[in-house]
């Protein structure tokens, strides 16, 4: 990169050319790209159950107490890793001391390893007790474990336990010993001397077939405030309980009727409200969320669930249903209930909508496998995410943490995107039809897939099509598409009868590169498609809006650093001061949703020699109106801008170099991704009131300014003007004598 070389004054005028952010040269040309997404910070976090902090960062909790942190959703820092093996964890100070209770009703063994089996942990913050609450699945052999509440001041603790909330696996015969149901909490709920022969089988023993194993928790609140624990695993299927918000436990006075329809569970007297599963039926890691889309009319509480086996050859996947009540019933997007009257093999089949398959785009190195025990985050922005454990067609059998975003379609549900987040937010204003038609990658994610037997024909792989103007779907299809409603990205793809609704969405795909792509994601009929294009995203072909910035005078806030972008060398560079003269800018449109960017004193933002390439200078000159000084407002939502340049054709921004947070930073042109680095805020602003003739900027006009102008036109070293532009006493751009004349005449006049 060139050093910039800035202009000494003249008797006549001052060249004020100051570099935006930084006066200097940058070391060497590295992208800015590259440094912000590439290489991915990556975790193993089992079962990740999330929940967003105060501070904004968001946080992840798993099997075997592991967690980590993140502040964008994309790279993670541990903050425990898994402590399977050790008594001594980052939130307990000694499981075995502090969690003796539930460890004596599921360590039936003397070979029980207590830190092997700490599963599934849910974390909420309780308003009323203000307290971090756990949510604790403590395991045991033959269906003896239990849910236990723990809590903290802080969320990485200590933890304390305070009780346990619900069991299974208990027994009638007093020989048993510790799992005698005596020693639970069966007769506050049930009374004394129970009939508990349905919870049992034949030998006695816990009948898994009706009675569910007390595992996998997860909390929340309804719209009406109160707090609900879903929880349950396979065997006798998903139950749910209503808590005490105050102390966070079970609500023993909310009791639950023993029902059955046509050999289906509807509710039990302890366990709850049956609302998913039973009679051996695969589904666990349940995951409640209540969510609403922008301009629909009422929202849904929509439970997720993983089916299968969680190994990267077990077939395990995600599927959604939804209600309009926090306890049922739940149905999916064909009506059916997740509830089963007998044994059946679900891991395939259309049940509930499948939001994934395993897949491979053509970008991927290897198949995605066994995605799920997901959690589900609406955050502050509107933005829905599913976050879930992650498995590989490798033979080698780890995980990793995936987050996707998700989208509520026109009808409501929920579509993951076709690639892992990476900041991409929903266009408000839909996209252009040059940004959509062309050639795609289709993956459409079959629900009957099991991916068992190391089957390679179990890896859903991309066909190829083409998305024509005129709303056709040719290649390897023949369907149909459009935007289902002008000036939005919703979108339906028609094929084979069915009708996939969902949205279009410009992200980056998984490659090494990670190259940004227009893509879309849709359902219908439980089955979710994805499409991606085949082509780089140009944003220059995607301006829906091309004048979205009325023309006046703005602050230029970068939405990475909170910074101002400041063109003045006099003024500390990169102050967050805002409305002072070098932070104010004047925005005018030109032609075409071209604008000049201009500062209080003339000068045009300007990328420098009107160079097309990236790393090029973006600099403060003289205004001349060619294309080195156009730029055009790419819109990428919640009141952020990217600034394209003219000089690249559209295709490259100003960047703040290498994505700093630095007072001081230097402002190039680099190819658009989408960054916040590359994103701008762009505010309202009035120029400070200039003293006329208050060259010192003091606040006052005074013979001192008379005296440092003088000295400046005489060139004397080391005379600098706070603000030349209050010495134009002739109003022509420049300082001469005939200024310094009319200074003086009129501090006489003055006295």
Not at 393 to 408: A, F, S, W
Request: a negative charge; aromatic letters at 12%; proline letters at 3%.
């Amino acid at each position: 990169m060139n050093t910039h070389t800035f202009h000494q004054k003249t008797a006549a005028f001052l060249v004020s050319s100051a570099m935006l952010m930084f006066l200097g040269a940058v070391p060497s040309l590295v992208s800015t790209k590259a440094d912000a997404a590439s290489n991915k910070s990556r975790v193993s976090v089992h079962d990740p159950s999330v929940i967003k902090l105060a501070d904004g960062s968001y946080y992840i909790i798993g099997s075997h107490l592991a967690a980590a942190r993140s502040t964008d959703l994309q790279n993670w820092t541990w903050t425990a890793n898994s402590n399977y093996g050790t008594k001594n964890t980052t939130f307990f100070r000694d499981i075995y001391t502090d969690l003796a209770k539930p460890a004596g009703w599921s360590g039936t063994s003397e070979n029980y390893d207590l830190s092997g089996n700490l599963w599934a942990p849910d974390i909420v913050w309780n308003p009323d007790m203000q307290k971090y609450c756990m949510y604790l699945s403590v395991n045991g052999d033959n269906w003896h474990s239990s849910i236990v509440l723990c809590t903290a001041d802080n969320i990485d603790g200590p933890y304390q336990y305070s009780d346990t909330i619900v069991y299974s696996g208990f027994e009638t015969n007093p020989a048993n010993g510790a799992n005698h149901y005596a020693n639970t909490d069966v007769e506050k709920v049930l009374g004394s001397n129970p009939d508990l022969s349905r919870y049992l089988n034949s030998s006695g023993k816990w009948n898994a077939e009706y009675g569910t194993n007390a595992i996998d928790p997860c909390t929340f609140y309804d719209e009406a405030g109160n707090l609900w624990m879903v929880y349950g695993s396979w065997f006798g299927g998903i139950y749910m309980l209503e808590l005490d918000e105050k102390t966070g436990l079970r609500d023993y006075t909310v009791q639950y009727k023993t029902e059955s329809y046509n050999g289906a569970v509807q509710s039990d007297a302890y366990m709850g409200v049956h609302v998913a599963g039973g009679h051996w039926t695969s589904g666990e890691g349940p995951y409640i969320e209540y969510m609403k889309s922008p301009d629909a009319e009422k929202g849904y509480y929509y439970m997720f669930l993983s089916y299968g086996y969680f190994n990267n050859k077990g077939g395990y996947n995600m599927r959604v249903f939804r209600s309009e009540n926090p306890q049922g019933p739940y149905v999916d997007q064909n009506g059916n209930s997740p509830i089963y009257a007998q044994a059946m093999d679900n891991i395939a089949g259309n049940i509930g909508e499948r939001l994934m398959s395993n897949y491979q785009w053509s970008c991927n190195t290897k198949p995605n496998t066994a995605q799920g025990h997901n959690s589900v985050l609406m955050d502050d922005d509107g933005k829905l995410f599913c976050i879930y454990h992650n498995k590989f067609d490798d033979n080698y059998g780890g995980h990793e943490v995936r987050v996707h975003q998700m989208l509520l379609n026109e009808d409501g549900w929920p579509t993951a995107t076709a690639y892992e987040y990476s900041g991409e937010t929903l266009s408000a204003d839909g996209h252009t039809m040059e940004a959509i038609v062309g050639n795609y990658e289709l993956i459409w994610h079959n629900p009957n897939q099991k991916f068992e037997n190391e089957k390679s024909a179990d890896v859903e792989k991309p066909i190829h099509i083409t998305l024509n103007a005129d709303g056709t779907v040719t290649g390897d299809i023949d369907a149909a598409w459009k935007i289902t409603k002008n000036g939005t990205p919703y979108m339906s793809f028609t094929w084979g009868g069915v009708t996939y609704k969902g949205a279009f969405i410009v992200q980056e795909d998984e490659s090494d590169t990670q190259v940004r792509k227009m893509t879309f994601t849709a359902t219908g009929i439980n089955i979710c498609i994805w499409g991606s294009k085949e082509t780089a995203y140009n944003p220059v072909e995607d301006i829906v809006n091309l004048t979205p910035v009325a023309d006046g005078t703005y602050t230029i806030q970068n939405v990475n650093s909170a910074l101002y972008m400041h063109a003045d060398m006099d003024i500390k560079n990169g102050s967050a001061e805002q409305n002072t003269d070098a932070q104010i800018w004047n925005i005018t449109a030109v032609d075409n949703g071209w604008y000049t960017i201009r500062t209080t004193h003339g000068k045009a933002l300007t990328v420098e020699n009107a160079s097309a390439e990236n790393g090029a200078d973006i600099v403060i000159t003289d205004y001349i109106g060619d294309a080195s000084q156009r730029f055009r407002f790419l819109d990428t939502g919640g009141g952020q801008y990217a600034l394209l340049t003219a000089a690249s054709g559209g295709n490259s921004c100003a960047d703040v170099y290498n994505i700093s947070k630095d007072a001081g930073a230097n402002i190039c042109q680099w190819e658009y991704w989408g960054g916040d680095g590359q994103k701008f805020i762009l505010e309202p602003a009035v120029p400070e009131k200039t003293v006329l003739g208050d060259v010192n900027a003091d606040g006052s006009f005074n013979i001192a300014d008379a005296v440092l102008l003088q000295k400046w036109l005489l060139a004397v070293p080391n005379t600098e003007l706070a603000d030349w532009k209050a010495g134009d006493f002739c109003e022509d751009d420049r300082l001469t004598v005939f200024d310094l004349c009319l200074m003086k005449r009129a501090l006489i006049q003055n006295k």
